[in-house]
C-alpha cells in the first residue's frame, strides 16, 4: 500500500490492483501518481501473475483525468514534453505486460484516466447511469496527450475516434460497446467477473473492421481531413481554438505510423498546452471548480421543492429539479400554464433521459399543485411569478406562516432589490435570491443574491442547493442587474447604437463573433426577446447611465420581439435569422468589437469595485458561466489584464473622446494591477 495504489492477488493468480488515493474523493493521474504506477506495475510484473485488473477504490469513478491544476503551471512547452513522455513510457510498460490486463471501470473515466484504460488488453465497463468514458480534452485546449490519439484510433477506426476526441463527448458504457471501447458492458455487480473472464480466457483483442480503417489510407486522408476541418469550423475558429485543427493535423500526417504519431502527439499537445488558449481555457476548468467549492461549507440536502409561478422560469426551474431527482410541486394561479410547464417538462426528460422508465419516474415526480398544498412539507421554496413587487410581497405573506422553519424561501426575481421584496416578512433575512438564466437547461450558472442581513449559512446552504441540481453557484450581491445582466446589458445596449448609427445587424455580430462570443449581441437580443431586453434596460438605465436606445423601444412598440414573433433585428425563418454576408473591413470590425467589448469590461470593473462578487476571478467565472463570453480569453478581467493596463486605458480614453462618457475609464482601474 502506498498513497496511490493497493494490489491483492486473488487464488486464480490474478492481480487486483485498486487505485485509491489517499485524502481524496477522486482519482487524478498527478505526475506522483503516475510514478506510484509505474512502480506498482514494476514489481507486478515480477510477480508473474495470470493477469492484472485495474480498477478504482473510489465510488465516484474510476480516474477522473490527468492533473490539470498541474497543467496551469506548467513553465514551458519542453516540460510538458517531458511529462507527456514519461507518460507515454509508463503506458507502454502496462502494453507491453506479457500477462493480460483489464481496466474495469465504474463511474467516470475520462481523458487519461480513458487513456490509461487503453493501454491495456481489455476494458469493461458498468452500465450505471454514472459510467461515463470521454475525451474533454480539447475543451481544455488540447488533445489526448497520453498515448490516446494513437490508441483510440488503433481500437475504434479513424472516423469514430477522431469524432469522439474532436467532440469531447462522453459515452455511456452502453455506447462504449457499441464502439468497441470496451468488451463487456454489465451492471456493476457482474464487472469482476466479466474482467477475470477476459483474463482466463484471452479473447483475440479487437480490430476495426476495413471499413473503419479505411479513411486512414494515406490517399483519402488529406480529403477527410478538409471535411473535418470544415466540420469543426462550424463551431470553433482556428484562431481561437488551436487544438482540433491540431488534432487534425496531426492525423493527416501521422496516421498509420505508431511511433510517428507517439512523437507527434507529444510535441503537439506540449505547444498546445503551454499556449494562450489552453492556458486560458484551463483557467476557466478551475474557475468552474472553484464555484463548485463554494458549496462545501454547507451539508444542506434537499428533497422537495416547491416553485410558485408556472410560466417560462418557474416552469423550467421545476423541470431541472426533478430531472436531478428532487421532487417538484409546481404552484401557478392559472392551470393551463401548469399543463404548458408539465408538457414542456416531458419534452426534456425524454430528451435527457431516454429511457421509458426514467422518463416515466420523473413525470411522477412533478406534481401539479394549484392550491400550494406542498409549501408546508417543501425544503426549498422558489417564486418564480411576475416581476413585479406588490405581488411578490402578497405572496410571501401567505407563504412564510406556512412553510417549515428549516425551509429555504428564494426568489427568481431579476431585478427587484430583495430589501424590498422582504419588507413585510416576518423574518426578512430568510429571503434570499436563485436567479436562473433562461434557458435553464442550457444555462450552467446561478447567481445566489443576497441581502445585509442573509445570515452566511442560509447563504452557504442556497449555494449548496444550487451545486446540488448541477448548477455553478455564484454568490451576487442585491444590486440592479447583479452581475451577469449588468455587464451584459452595455454591451447590447452598444450594439444597438451600432445599428442606430446605420451598421447592418450581421457586421456587428460578425464584430462580436470574431472576438470569440459565442452568439453575436443582436442575434442574442432577438433570441432572447427584445421586450426583455427593454425592460432590463429600462431598470438598469440609471445604474449603467444609460438612456434606453429609441429604437429599442420603437421595435418593442411595433410588436417586433425577435425570434418568438419572427421579426426584431432580424427577420427569423423557421428558427434562424436572416443574414446577410458582412462587408466591412476587419479593422471597422475589430472597432466596432472593441466598442461592445470594452464596454462589458469596464462594467466588470465596476461590479468589482462596487463588491458585487468578491474577487475579479469570480468576475470572471460569472461573465463566463452566465454569458459565454469567450471562454478562451479567460474572463473580461483576466482580458483585460492581459491587454495590458496602459493599452486598456488608453483605448477607453480614445472612445470617450470620440463617443462621449459612456466610456470613461471606471474608478476601479486605477487599482487595477497588470
Ligand atoms: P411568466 O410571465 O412567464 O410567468 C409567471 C407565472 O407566474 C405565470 O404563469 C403566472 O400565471 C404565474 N403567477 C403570477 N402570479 C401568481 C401568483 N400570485 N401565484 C401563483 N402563480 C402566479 O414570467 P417569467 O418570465 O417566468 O418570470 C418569472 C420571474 O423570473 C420574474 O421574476 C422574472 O424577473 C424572473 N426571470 C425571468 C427570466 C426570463 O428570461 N424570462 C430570466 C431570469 C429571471
Given at each position: 500500500?502506498?498513497?496511490?495504489?493497493?494490489?491483492?492477488?486473488?487464488?486464480?493468480?490474478?492481480?487486483?490492483?485498486?487505485f485509491?488515493?489517499?485524502?481524496?474523493?477522486?482519482?487524478?493521474?498527478?505526475?506522483?501518481?503516475?510514478?506510484?504506477?509505474?512502480q506498482?506495475?514494476?514489481?507486478?510484473?515480477?510477480?508473474?501473475?495470470?493477469?492484472?485488473?485495474?480498477?478504482?477504490?473510489?465510488?465516484?469513478?474510476?480516474?477522473?483525468?490527468?492533473?490539470?491544476?498541474?497543467?496551469?503551471?506548467?513553465?514551458?512547452?519542453?516540460?510538458?514534453?517531458?511529462?507527456?513522455?514519461?507518460?507515454?513510457?509508463?503506458?507502454?510498460?502496462?502494453?507491453?505486460?506479457?500477462?493480460?490486463?483489464?481496466?474495469?471501470?465504474?463511474?467516470?473515466?475520462?481523458?487519461?484516466?480513458?487513456?490509461?484504460?487503453?493501454a491495456?488488453?481489455?476494458?469493461?465497463?458498468?452500465?450505471?447511469?454514472?459510467?461515463?468514458?470521454?475525451?474533454?480534452?480539447?475543451?481544455?485546449?488540447?488533445?489526448?496527450?497520453?498515448?490516446?490519439?494513437?490508441?483510440?484510433?488503433?481500437?475504434?477506426?479513424h472516423?469514430?475516434?477522431?469524432?469522439?476526441?474532436?467532440?469531447?463527448?462522453?459515452?455511456?458504457?452502453?455506447?462504449?460497446?457499441?464502439?468497441?471501447?470496451?468488451?463487456?458492458?454489465?451492471?456493476?455487480?457482474?464487472?469482476?467477473?466479466?474482467?477475470?473472464?477476459?483474463?482466463?480466457?484471452?479473447?483475440?483483442?479487437?480490430?476495426p473492421?476495413?471499413?473503419?480503417?479505411?479513411?486512414?489510407?494515406?490517399?483519402?486522408?488529406?480529403?477527410?481531413?478538409?471535411?473535418l476541418?470544415?466540420?469543426?469550423?462550424?463551431?470553433?475558429?482556428?484562431?481561437?481554438?488551436?487544438?482540433?485543427?491540431?488534432?487534425?493535423?496531426?492525423?493527416?500526417?501521422?496516421?498509420?505510423?505508431?511511433?510517428r504519431?507517439?512523437?507527434?502527439?507529444?510535441?503537439?499537445?506540449?505547444?498546445l498546452?503551454?499556449?494562450?488558449?489552453?492556458?486560458?481555457?484551463?483557467r476557466?476548468?478551475?474557475?468552474?471548480?472553484?464555484?463548485?467549492?463554494l458549496a462545501?461549507k454547507?451539508?444542506?440536502?434537499?428533497?422537495?421543492?416547491?416553485?410558485?409561478?408556472?410560466?417560462?422560469?418557474?416552469?423550467?426551474?421545476?423541470?431541472?429539479?426533478?430531472?436531478?431527482?428532487?421532487?417538484?410541486?409546481?404552484?401557478?394561479?392559472?392551470?393551463?400554464?401548469?399543463?404548458?410547464?408539465?408538457?414542456?417538462?416531458?419534452?426534456?426528460?425524454?430528451?435527457?433521459?431516454?429511457?421509458?422508465?426514467?422518463?416515466?419516474?420523473?413525470?411522477?415526480?412533478?406534481?401539479?399543485?394549484?392550491?400550494?398544498?406542498?409549501?408546508?412539507?417543501?425544503?426549498?421554496?422558489?417564486?418564480?411569478?411576475?416581476?413585479?413587487?406588490?405581488?411578490?410581497?402578497?405572496?410571501?405573506?401567505?407563504?412564510?406562516?406556512?412553510?417549515?422553519?428549516?425551509?429555504?424561501?428564494?426568489?427568481?426575481?431579476?431585478?427587484?432589490?430583495?430589501?424590498?421584496?422582504?419588507?413585510?416578512?416576518?423574518?426578512?433575512?430568510?429571503?434570499?435570491?436563485?436567479?436562473?438564466?433562461?434557458?435553464?437547461?442550457?444555462?450552467?450558472?446561478?447567481?445566489?443574491v443576497?441581502?445585509?442581513?442573509?445570515?452566511?449559512?442560509?447563504?452557504?446552504?442556497?449555494?449548496?442547493?444550487a451545486?446540488?441540481?448541477?448548477?455553478?453557484p455564484?454568490?451576487?450581491?442585491s444590486?440592479?442587474?447583479?452581475?451577469?445582466?449588468?455587464?451584459?446589458?452595455?454591451?447590447?445596449?452598444?450594439?444597438?447604437?451600432?445599428?442606430?448609427?446605420?451598421?447592418?445587424?450581421?457586421?456587428?455580430?460578425?464584430?462580436?463573433?470574431?472576438?470569440?462570443?459565442?452568439?453575436?449581441?443582436?442575434?442574442?437580443?432577438?433570441?432572447?426577446?427584445?421586450?426583455?431586453?427593454?425592460?432590463?434596460?429600462?431598470?438598469?438605465?440609471?445604474?449603467?447611465?444609460?438612456?434606453?436606445?429609441?429604437?429599442?423601444?420603437?421595435?418593442?412598440?411595433?410588436?417586433?420581439?425577435?425570434?418568438?414573433?419572427?421579426?426584431?433585428?432580424y427577420?427569423?425563418?423557421?428558427?434562424?435569422?436572416?443574414?446577410?454576408?458582412?462587408?466591412?473591413?476587419?479593422?471597422?470590425?475589430?472597432?466596432?468589437?472593441?466598442r461592445?467589448?470594452?464596454?462589458?469590461?469596464?462594467?466588470?470593473?465596476?461590479c468589482?469595485?462596487?463588491?458585487?462578487?468578491?474577487?475579479?476571478?469570480?468576475?470572471?467565472?460569472?461573465?463566463?458561466?452566465?454569458?459565454?463570453?469567450?471562454?478562451?480569453?479567460?474572463?473580461?478581467?483576466?482580458?483585460?489584464?492581459?491587454?495590458?493596463?496602459?493599452?486598456?486605458?488608453?483605448?477607453?480614453?480614445?472612445?470617450?473622446y470620440?463617443?462621449?462618457?459612456?466610456?470613461?475609464?471606471d474608478?476601479?482601474?486605477?487599482?487595477?494591477?497588470?
Open positions: 500500500m502506498n498513497r496511490y495504489f493497493r494490489v491483492d492477488y486473488d487464488d486464480r493468480q490474478i492481480a487486483w490492483l485498486y485509491d488515493t489517499q485524502d481524496a474523493s477522486t482519482n487524478v493521474l498527478t505526475e506522483e501518481a503516475l510514478e506510484a504506477f509505474d506498482q506495475l514494476i514489481s507486478i510484473a515480477q510477480a508473474h501473475p495470470k493477469g492484472l485488473v485495474i480498477l478504482s477504490a473510489k465510488e465516484s469513478g474510476f480516474i477522473a483525468g490527468a492533473d490539470v491544476k498541474a497543467f496551469a503551471t506548467i513553465p514551458s512547452p519542453e516540460a510538458a514534453k517531458k511529462l507527456i513522455l514519461r507518460a507515454h513510457d509508463i503506458f507502454h510498460r502496462l502494453e507491453a505486460l506479457s500477462f493480460p490486463s483489464v481496466a474495469l471501470i465504474h463511474g467516470y473515466c475520462l481523458g487519461g484516466g480513458l487513456e490509461l484504460a487503453l491495456c488488453r481489455y476494458r469493461v465497463a458498468s452500465t450505471e447511469m454514472s459510467t461515463r468514458l470521454g475525451f474533454p480534452e480539447t475543451h481544455l485546449g488540447i488533445f489526448p496527450g497520453f498515448g490516446g490519439s494513437v490508441r483510440s484510433i488503433r481500437l475504434l477506426g472516423l469514430p475516434a477522431i469524432q469522439m476526441m474532436l467532440s469531447a463527448r462522453s459515452v455511456s458504457a452502453r455506447t462504449a460497446k457499441r464502439l468497441h471501447l470496451v468488451e463487456f458492458a454489465v451492471p456493476k455487480r457482474q464487472l469482476k467477473n466479466a474482467a477475470r473472464r477476459l483474463i482466463l480466457e484471452q479473447p483475440a483483442a479487437h480490430t473492421p476495413l471499413s473503419r480503417r479505411l479513411p486512414g489510407n494515406a490517399l483519402l486522408r488529406p480529403f477527410v481531413a478538409r471535411l476541418r470544415r466540420q469543426v469550423a462550424r463551431h470553433a475558429r482556428p484562431e481561437h481554438y488551436p487544438a482540433p485543427y491540431a488534432l487534425i493535423d496531426h492525423w493527416r500526417k501521422h496516421a498509420g505510423h505508431a511511433a504519431m507517439y512523437a507527434s502527439e507529444a510535441r503537439e499537445v506540449s505547444t498546452l503551454t499556449g494562450e488558449t489552453a492556458q486560458n481555457l484551463i476557466v476548468f478551475l474557475l468552474q471548480d472553484r464555484l463548485k467549492g462545501e454547507s451539508d444542506f440536502t434537499a428533497r422537495h421543492v416547491h416553485v410558485i409561478g408556472g410560466g417560462v422560469m418557474g416552469g423550467d426551474i421545476a423541470a431541472w429539479c426533478v430531472l436531478k431527482g428532487l421532487v417538484v410541486t409546481l404552484q401557478d394561479r392559472a392551470p393551463e400554464h401548469l399543463g404548458r410547464a408539465v408538457s414542456r417538462a416531458h419534452k426534456l426528460f425524454r430528451k435527457k433521459l431516454r429511457d421509458r422508465y426514467q422518463v416515466q419516474n420523473a413525470m411522477d415526480r412533478l406534481i401539479a399543485d394549484h392550491l400550494g398544498t406542498g409549501i408546508k412539507k417543501a425544503d426549498v421554496i422558489i417564486e418564480a411569478i411576475y416581476e413585479d413587487v406588490k405581488a411578490k410581497q402578497n405572496l410571501y405573506r401567505q407563504v412564510e406562516p406556512v412553510m417549515k422553519a428549516s425551509a429555504l424561501l428564494a426568489s427568481n426575481t431579476s431585478s427587484i432589490p430583495l430589501e424590498k421584496l422582504a419588507e413585510h416578512l416576518q423574518q426578512p433575512e430568510r429571503l434570499i435570491g436563485l436567479h436562473f438564466f433562461n434557458p435553464v437547461a442550457k444555462m450552467p450558472l446561478v447567481e445566489i443576497t441581502q445585509a442581513g442573509n445570515p452566511p449559512q442560509l447563504i452557504a446552504d442556497a449555494t449548496r442547493f451545486k446540488g441540481i448541477g448548477k455553478l455564484l454568490p451576487v450581491k444590486h440592479p442587474g447583479f452581475l451577469v445582466n449588468r455587464v451584459l446589458m452595455p454591451y447590447l445596449l452598444e450594439a444597438v447604437t451600432l445599428l442606430e448609427e446605420g451598421v447592418s445587424a450581421t457586421e456587428i455580430d460578425e464584430a462580436a463573433l470574431r472576438f470569440g462570443m459565442p452568439m453575436g449581441p443582436v442575434e442574442l437580443a432577438d433570441t432572447v426577446g427584445l421586450d426583455i431586453c427593454l425592460s432590463v434596460a429600462e431598470k438598469l438605465s440609471e445604474t449603467l447611465h444609460n438612456p434606453v436606445p429609441e429604437s429599442l423601444r420603437r421595435q418593442v412598440e411595433a410588436g417586433h420581439l425577435g425570434k418568438k414573433s419572427g421579426q426584431g433585428y427577420t427569423w425563418d423557421k428558427g434562424s435569422a436572416q443574414k446577410e454576408k458582412p462587408r466591412p473591413a476587419p479593422e471597422q470590425l475589430g472597432h466596432y468589437g472593441d461592445m467589448i470594452l464596454r462589458l469590461v469596464n462594467e466588470s470593473m465596476a468589482l469595485r462596487e463588491k458585487i462578487v468578491d474577487d475579479a476571478g469570480l468576475v470572471d467565472a460569472g461573465v463566463i458561466f452566465g454569458t459565454g463570453f469567450a471562454p478562451f480569453r479567460g474572463g473580461p478581467m483576466h482580458y483585460a489584464e492581459k491587454t495590458g493596463k496602459k493599452e486598456i486605458l488608453s483605448k477607453f480614453r480614445k472612445l470617450e470620440t463617443y462621449g462618457n459612456r466610456f470613461t475609464p474608478p476601479g482601474w486605477e487599482d487595477f494591477q497588470t
